[in-house]
C-alpha cells in the first residue's frame, strides 16, 4: 500500500512545474545543436485550387529528426523558442531553407508560392522585417513568399503587430490569418488587419459534411471573408466528401491530407509532376 502511495506520488511528481521546466530546458538546448547539426527539415504540403484543382500554394512546415527522440513534433519546440532568443535563427534558417527550395523547385520549372509560418513572438520586433527582406533580396523574382500568422498573434499588442505587418506587405509578401475559427476569431478587427487571405482552422473544417452548425460557420466564415476581398483556404481536408462540400460552401482552395501530407521537397516535385499539377480527387475514394 505504502509503495503504491509512494508511486502514485512519484506520478504525480513527474507532471510538476519543475520537471517539465527541465523538459523545456533540455528540448531548448537540443534544438540548439539541431540547428547547426543538419536535424532540421522543411517539409512542403500544397493548397488546390477547388474550382481547377491546380496546385496554387506550398506551406512550409518544419521538421525536427532527433537523433535518439526522433520526429519532434513543431507545436511542441516552436512554442518554447517564443520565450527565448532561439526563435530568430530559427526563423531564419527556415526562410533561408525556404529560399534554398525555392530556387530547385524553379530549376524543374515549379513556380508556386511558398507560405512559411511565423511565430506569434515575431511580431513584437521588427527583426522580422530585416530577415524577410534579406530573403526576398536574395532571390529574383517578387510574390514568392507568404506569411502565415494566426489572429492571436496579430492580436497580441495590436498597434506595434499592426505596424510590423503592414512593413512586411509593403516588402512584397501577403499575410496570411492562419487557424481561422480556432481562438478568438474578432471579426471586427480582421477588417482592420493588412491581410489577404484566411485558412479556417481543422476543427471546423473536419466534420462540415456530417454537422450542419460547422457547415454553416464555415459558409458564413467565407462569406465574412468574401465581403472584406479576402481569399478563403479550408485546412485539414481529409476526405473527398469534405472536398466536395467545400466548393459548394464557397471557398476558394483546400489543403489537407485528402489531397497530400507535407513531403520533402523532392518528393513533392515528383507528386507535383505525377500529378501535372492538378489534384483530382480519386473516382473510387472516400
Ligand atoms: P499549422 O500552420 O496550422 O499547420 C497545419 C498542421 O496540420 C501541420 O501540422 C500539418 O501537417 C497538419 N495537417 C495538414 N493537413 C492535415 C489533415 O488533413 N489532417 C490533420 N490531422 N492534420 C493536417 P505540423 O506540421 O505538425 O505543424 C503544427 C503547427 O506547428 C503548425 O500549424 C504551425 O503552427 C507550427 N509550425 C510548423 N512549422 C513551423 C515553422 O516553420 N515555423 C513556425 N513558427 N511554426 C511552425
Ligand atoms: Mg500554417
Ligand atoms: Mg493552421
Ligand atoms: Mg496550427
Not at 70 to 77: K, L, M, S, T
Request: aromatic letters at 6%; glycine letters at 6%; one cysteine or more.
Amino acid at each position: 500500500e505504502r509503495a503504491r502511495r509512494l508511486g502514485t506520488r512519484y506520478a504525480v511528481h513527474e507532471g510538476t512545474p519543475e520537471r517539465e521546466a527541465a523538459r523545456h530546458l533540455q528540448i531548448l538546448t537540443h534544438l540548439r545543436t539541431a540547428l547547426d547539426d543538419n536535424q532540421l527539415a522543411l517539409h512542403y504540403q500544397p493548397k488546390i485550387d477547388l474550382a481547377s484543382g491546380r496546385v496554387t500554394g506550398l506551406e512550409a512546415l518544419l521538421r525536427w529528426q532527433h537523433p535518439d527522440w526522433g520526429n519532434v513534433r513543431p507545436d511542441e519546440f516552436i512554442p518554447l523558442t517564443e520565450q527565448t532568443r532561439l526563435i530568430q535563427p530559427l526563423t531564419e534558417w527556415t526562410l533561408h531553407r525556404a529560399l534554398h527550395d525555392r530556387e530547385i523547385m524553379l530549376q524543374r520549372g515549379v513556380d508556386i508560392p511558398i507560405a512559411v509560418n511565423l511565430s506569434s513572438g515575431l511580431l513584437r520586433n521588427r527583426e522580422i522585417v530585416r530577415m524577410v527582406a534579406q530573403v526576398l533580396g536574395l532571390h529574383a523574382s517578387a510574390g514568392w513568399l507568404q506569411l502565415e500568422l494566426t489572429e492571436t498573434a496579430m492580436m497580441e499588442d495590436p498597434e506595434r503587430s499592426l505596424a510590423i505587418l503592414h512593413e512586411l506587405v509593403a516588402q512584397g509578401t501577403p499575410i496570411h490569418v492562419d487557424d481561422f475559427g480556432a481562438g478568438y476569431s474578432s471579426l471586427g478587427y480582421l477588417q482592420r488587419l493588412p491581410v489577404d487571405t484566411i485558412k479556417i482552422d481543422r476543427v471546423l473544417i473536419q466534420h462540415i459534411d456530417r454537422d450542419a452548425r460547422n457547415a454553416a460557420l464555415t459558409r458564413a466564415a467565407v462569406e465574412f471573408a468574401h465581403v472584406l476581398g479576402l481569399k478563403v483556404v479550408a485546412e485539414g481536408v481529409e476526405t473527398k466528401a469534405i472536398l466536395q462540400r467545400l466548393e459548394v460552401l464557397g471557398c476558394d482552395a483546400a489543403q489537407g491530407y485528402f489531397i497530400a501530407r507535407p513531403m520533402p521537397r523532392g518528393d513533392f516535385l515528383d507528386w507535383f509532376e505525377h500529378h501535372d499539377g492538378r489534384f483530382v480527387p480519386p473516382e473510387d475514394s472516400t
